[in-house]
């Protein structure tokens, strides 16, 4: 309810009579202190300080304001749905340097088919919806561009997602392809991403869990050609950290990494004792303690010591 305030705001102050000279279709200015109507002559009209509400919203204007404590206070207006219409990010001492304005289109049933956002006066973000499909387009001051398709509940039990970037020419750099598998209970359980980069002529396809920890990867160029392969195993501890993680390339056997659990501030976090390195003539242990490497030993293909 509180960020209908704004859309009455106006309204209320009309028949408090505190409205002077009125503009048509007149519209709250703010800034982090206080908000104005702009007359027809550009002076500033029923200038007055926030009113601020518990949850930072203010009972005149209808917006929003957020200190981030860093020098930068962001104030937000919202629309009748809950959407943002204009967020400005202002600096210490209460210059504007971001302001965006979104304009939204919605169905019968409130959802958004489509909505354009605006950066400082330039089009920064489109979004399109048509049906289950779910366009978003990203514009950046360069003239670069990135586009990002989804497909929620595709093919079932996947959704796919596609991501493109073209450079200030239109040219393409880079695509990635995602199919995130979903369990019976609509969990993902596993990612498959294609990614190609153009520049430097390599595709590369993995396969990743649902914690995001790479099972797989393929590295080729683009003529199809298999450029290097690595697959990934792990065992897990408390809160699902690593204890162990094993690589390996070409099928082959190339890294074990070993941690323990331990607890740091108020969480939990693992920390590394031993790392071995695999090669063709041998293998390579470096063991850790409290982060700092307190012994390397180089042991050949029979397991002795290599001084």
Known sequence: MKKLVFIFAILAAV????IAEEPENAVWERNPTEHWING??????NVGEHELDEESFCEICGCEIFDHGNGVITVSNYDEKGNPVRVTNFAFGGNSFDDYI??????ENGEVLYSETFENGRLCETFEKTGETVQKDYYYIDGSHHLSISYPGYLGDTIISQWYAYDPEG?????EYVESLLDKNGEV???RTTYIHYPTETKVVSEANALGHPLSVEKYDLDGNLIDDYDYAYEYGEENLI???KIMRHGNLYKEYFSKVI???????????????YHETGHYVIEYENGGIISETHYDSEGNIIE
């Open 102 to 107: 979104s304009e939204y289109k919605y169905d």
């Open 40 to 45: 027809k002559n550009g002076e500033k009209l």
């Open 263 to 277: 607890t740091q501030g108020e969480g939990l976090v693992t920390q590394l004792y031993k790392e071995v390195t």
């Open 15 to 18: 028949l408090s009579g505190c």
């Open 189 to 191: 359980y596993l990612n």
């Open 171 to 175: 040219n393409i750099e880079y695509e």
């Open 243 to 245: 204890v162990y993680e």
